[in-house]
């Protein structure tokens, strides 16, 4: 079994929520920080660069302070990360985003990130603070500088609603990544299988709404795009999915620049799909617990548990082996 999702966030799974943001001392990635936005401590900028792809333009600076992995090596995971964003929405989500590279000189085994809406100009800001001996096998193992750039598309949601954002990212990352040949499809698929049980309602559950563990704002979120691209998939004879819908949203407008309503964006993504799938959904699952029957939707889609390892396996034949492939594949690095 991976550890991708994990490692990186079991710092926060026992922590309380407040509000919305996570307390885990920066460590695990977060989306909009919000009311107060960024700190607004000036950081020192030593080097500025540019990354243009897929009709945008990525600034990058790097903030004072020793790093042992090379310039370059950030730069291209960065670049990696704008590329499966963009090859997941079809364009870079926003015209001007700006990442600030902070070096912490800390022990950590993983890089902590913070998004913003616009600011300086930008229409998105993030901060990744990257530990100064991180090594180019732990860049390799990175999974929250996409995470983060893929906050960038999705409007700024009020405070109820921050699962949508976080569910989003958590599930959205690794599909692009496969998408662009960097990630493996039984890679993923063996993630969701181990990670979207922390996303079902627990005892108490009053829906998505209404609460804000640490498994439903993350997992629950994730699940709820789980289920949701698999019914518009189903409702559309696997012609469309919720890639579709959330390229319609970014294409109205709807970016992390932009504060909407969860109606707004849902309503969109339903109108471009020709279904009802995302407002019912959200209609059931907003203030009451709905839990997933996730062995029968595994079988559907024809992943198997394999191995005592916690390895998955493919099931030729499976009901909705189509639409696995479809959500994904590794058909998807060919394009």
């Not at 977060?30 to 936005?37: C, S, V």
């Not at 929405?89 to 015209?95: D, M």
């Not at 990744?128 to 860049?139: K, V």
């Not at 696997?238 to 294409?251: C, F, I, M, P």
Request: proline share 4%; net charge negative; glycine share 12%.
């Amino acid at each position: 079994m991976s550890e991708r999702w994990f490692a990186d966030c079991r710092a926060v799974m026992s922590l309380t929520v407040i509000g919305v943001a996570v307390v885990a001392a920066g460590l695990c990635a977060t989306a909009q920080d919000r009311p107060n936005g960024p700190g607004r401590q000036a950081e020192k900028i030593v080097s500025t660069h540019e990354l243009k792809m897929g009709g945008g333009v990525v600034q990058v600076d790097f903030a004072e302070g020793a790093l042992d992995l090379s310039t370059d090596a950030i730069l291209a995971h960065i670049q990696a990360g704008a590329n499966a964003v963009t090859a997941y929405y079809g364009r870079l989500p926003v015209k001007r985003g700006r990442i600030l590279v902070v070096p912490i000189d800390q022990a950590r085994d993983e890089i902590g990130g913070t998004t913003w809406p616009g600011r300086d100009g930008f229409n998105a800001f993030t901060r990744l603070r990257i530990p100064t001996h991180f090594t180019a096998a732990d860049l390799k193992e990175d999974w929250v500088t996409t995470h983060e750039m893929v906050h960038w598309a999705f409007p700024s949601m009020p405070e109820d609603q921050h699962w949508i954002e976080e569910g989003l990212a958590t599930y959205i990352e690794p599909l692009a990544r496969v998408m662009t040949g960097e990630l493996q499809a039984r890679q993923i698929w063996g993630d969701m299988v181990h990670g979207m049980p922390h996303g079902e309602p627990a005892s108490g559950d009053e829906g998505m709404d209404r609460t804000h563990t640490w498994g439903r704002t993350y997992w629950g979120g994730a699940l709820f795009c789980l289920v949701a691209d698999v019914e518009i998939r189903r409702a559309t004879d696997n012609r469309k999915g919720l890639r579709d819908a959330l390229r319609a949203v970014v294409e109205q407008g709807g970016t992390i620049d932009y504060d909407w309503s969860l109606d707004q964006a849902l309503a969109i993504g339903d109108r471009a799909t020709g279904t009802h799938v995302l407002t019912e959904m959200y209609a059931k699952w907003k203030d009451a617990p709905v839990p997933v029957d996730l062995p029968k939707l595994w079988m559907e889609l024809g992943v198997r548990s394999a191995g005592s390892d916690g390895g998955i396996e493919f099931v030729a034949g499976a009901p909705l082996g189509k639409v696995r492939e479809a959500i994904a594949g590794d058909m998807h690095a060919a394009h």
